[in-house]
């Protein structure tokens, strides 16, 4: 089991930012897909955003379409961290937020039954 720890989240004003963290250990695998889920209360877990780490490299970092624009996923392989930057906030946006981490996939996959890996999450709180 791959140990992943969310920080960051917290209670912010509809228009305000907030940016999440996710410390995991050293990438070994060659393909790798971390992600960003959410879940509100009643509601299935959903796909936020995905950043592949293939051979080193971080690329192809892409969004559900209601938060484009508005988030950025970030992975920093100098001190393995995958970030989620949150800015104009929404009171939809609120929910937990989980990172997701899927070795050896060549593609990041938006379902959740893909990873094997999750935190245990953080809660966002968008007020309107």
């Known amino acids: 089991q791959v140990h992943l720890e969310e920080s960051g989240g917290g209670s912010v004003q509809a228009g305000g930012s907030l940016k999440l963290s996710c410390a995991h250990p050293p990438i070994t695998k060659t393909y790798n897909c971390f992600s960003w889920f959410r879940q509100s209360p009643g509601q299935e877990r959903r796909w936020v955003a995905s950043i592949q780490v293939d051979e080193g490299a971080v690329r192809n970092p892409y969004y559900e379409h209601s938060v484009k624009g508005r988030f950025a996923i970030s992975e920093d392989l100098t001190s393995n961290i995958l970030s989620l930057q949150m800015n104009s906030l929404k009171p939809e946006d609120t929910a937990v937020y989980y990172c997701?981490?899927?070795?050896?996939?060549?593609?990041?996959?938006?379902?959740?039954?893909?990873?094997?890996?999750w935190g245990r999450g953080t809660q966002v709180t968008v007020s309107s």
């Open positions: 997701a981490y899927e070795p050896g996939a060549w593609v990041c996959a938006e379902s959740s039954t893909y990873y094997p890996h």
